[in-house]
């Protein structure tokens, strides 16, 4: 006899299991995920990425765009995270995007950082804004320039239409 079993998450729930999974695959320390993770939860941020640098430029990065206000029209619903494809409960998406940073990364010797962005009304107070930015652990500036103009590919999640994967390209 065989047993299946489905387990049913909140859309919030997924969002921020996504962006562990992500950031975990791609080499991101324990303490900077779970502050990223916090923020997502608090829905501070609306992009989280990760990116691979090499000779001070960025050549490789991938990030995970959240639509809040999507989100928002979904909330009702729940998501099943064992659909075709999805491993531990990681979109495949996710994971391959993941995965390219990494091997490429691994390949040439080089660390995977990572960035965020928050959402337009935190960045436009300038009292909330870098206290957010300390508590999430990003004070410095912005990722380095690209080496070129960035080939990009943009990805909807599967089920999960509030988020979408992307992929720049710049090598």
Excluded at 33 to 61: F, S
Excluded at 66 to 87: C, N, Q, R, V
Excluded at 100 to 115: G, I, N, P, Q
């Amino acid at each position: 006899m065989t047993y299946t079993y489905t387990y049913t998450y909140t859309r919030t729930s997924v969002l921020l299991d996504q962006v562990d999974l992500f950031y975990q695959a791609a080499g991101i320390g324990e303490d900077a995920r779970k502050r990223v993770v916090d923020a997502v939860n608090e829905r501070w941020l609306e992009q989280v990425g990760a990116y691979v640098e090499e000779d001070g430029e960025r050549v490789l990065e991938g990030a995970l765009e959240i639509s809040w206000k999507a989100h928002s029209d979904h909330a009702e619903l729940t998501i099943s995270t064992d659909l075709a494809g999805w491993e531990g409960g990681a979109a495949p998406e996710l994971v391959i995007l993941a995965k390219r940073l990494r091997e490429y990364a691994d390949s040439k010797k080089l660390a995977v950082h990572f960035w965020v962005l928050f959402t337009e009304k935190i960045r436009n107070d300038p009292e909330i804004y870098p206290s957010r930015k300390k508590t999430v652990g990003v004070d410095g500036g912005p990722p380095p320039p690209w080496r070129k103009t960035p080939q990009e590919r943009r990805i909807p999640l599967q089920d999960l239409p509030e988020a979408h994967v992307v992929l720049r390209d710049a090598r």
